[in-house]
């Protein structure tokens, strides 16, 4: 395993260039981030994580090493990836709940679950609801959006790992979209293309699988068999 201080943090490391491209300054060069373009980046951080954890579902403890920089026990183990369950089911049930249904695609259980969080909704005129949800999120804050991104990350992991048959439905149902729907999602401020372009599920796990054994067998050689990872 390579040195701590020279490894850069797993969820650091997946989370970085989404994060840049949306990173903006102010006048005093003090750096923030416009609330709904974070939706969306956190939107493709947790959707990779939900591939990576359905992809290796079977190893999902074990791809919990990479959030250690020292070897972790079972115990620890055992205990992350049930309280990264949790936070994925309680997310679900919220959705459920307000909802009462299945989220029709990832783009919906995120984006309507993270408004809900913010004190937004869709039901806001279009004209109110841009301007409430252009905010300024300073990386400063607590927890920094940065932070927040990461957490995405780890929750999407825990949601495809513990949940594989129904990320596999709601994956099949995200390339299905409704284009009206997704129109209105435009109206509303968020910063998305004209015509969605979904990628199968099989597809964003080769992509993200493949970004992951870069990073492992630079980092944590020693994990690369055991996640069954190799570089093509």
Do not use: C
């Amino acid at each position: 395993m390579t040195s701590s201080s020279q490894r850069p943090p797993f969820l650091a490391y997946l989370a970085r260039e989404p994060i840049r491209r949306i990173l903006k300054k102010n006048i005093l060069g003090r750096s923030y981030i416009l609330f709904l373009p974070f939706l969306i980046a956190g939107l493709g951080l947790y959707t990779m994580g939900t591939a990576l954890g359905h992809a290796r579902r079977d190893r999902f403890k074990i791809l919990l090493n990479l959030l250690y920089d020292r070897p972790p026990k079972k115990a620890e183990l055992k205990s992350l990836a049930s309280d990264l369950t949790n936070l994925a089911q309680k997310r679900l049930d919220g959705y459920r709940s307000s909802y009462s249904k299945e989220p029709a695609s990832f783009f919906d259980l995120f984006i309507r679950t993270e408004l809900e969080r913010a004190g937004f909704n869709f039901e806001m005129p279009p004209k109110s609801f841009q301007k409430a949800a252009k905010m300024k999120l300073p990386l400063k804050m607590e927890p920094g959006p940065t932070l927040l991104a990461e957490d995405f990350i780890m929750e999407g992991i825990a949601f495809g790992a513990s949940f594989p048959e129904l990320t596999e439905r709601i994956w099949k149902r995200s390339t299905e979209i409704d284009l009206d729907e997704w129109h209105k999602w435009r109206e509303r401020g968020l910063d998305i293309a004209e015509q969605p372009t979904p990628m199968t599920l099989e597809e964003t796990e080769q992509e993200v699988l493949h970004v992951v054994a870069i990073y492992v067998s630079e980092y944590y050689a020693e994990l690369l068999k055991p996640l069954g990872l190799q570089l093509s």
